[in-house]
Nanobody, 119 residues
Framework: VQLVESGGGLVQPGGSLRLSCAASGFTFSTYVLSWYRQAPGKEREMVARISNGGGVTNYEDSVKGRFTISRDNAANTVSLQMNSLKPEDTAVYYC?????????????WGQGTQVTVSS
């Protein structure tokens, strides 16, 4: 099983980045996919989540209207489009997959990609 993030980097405030996560080794379309982030000295927090079919999305309040999560079940990828970036968006961003069937939970994490918003 692998979740491999890409697309992080250094961007100026107000700029944009698009993160991608490529999955392999599990039945991608049956998993809810999320992006989490962890800033230095802070707890990891959920940023955005998308249902297995892609029809339902949820966002952390501070990113609503700026970030958009999407998925391509044919390509086994999930993306996070981040616009109007702020310094407080600086963090390591993680891709997360979770499925609960019959009371049994299975989940996977990616290794993370650094996003730095700074002038």
């Amino acid at each position: 099983v692998q979740l491999v993030e890409s697309g992080g980097g250094l961007v100026q405030p107000g700029g944009s980045l698009r993160l991608s996560c490529a999955a392999s080794g599990f039945t991608f379309s049956t998993y809810v996919l999320s992006w989490y982030r962890q800033a230095p000295g802070k707890e990891r927090e959920m940023v955005a989540r998308i249902s297995n079919g892609g029809g339902v999305t949820n966002y952390e309040d501070s990113v609503k209207g700026r970030f958009t999560i999407s998925r391509d079940n044919a390509a086994n990828t999930v993306s996070l489009q981040m616009n109007s970036l702020k310094p407080e968006d600086t963090a390591v961003y993680y891709c997360y997959a979770k499925r609960v069937i019959g009371g049994t939970s299975r989940d996977y994490w990616g290794q993370g990609t650094q996003v730095t918003v700074s002038s």
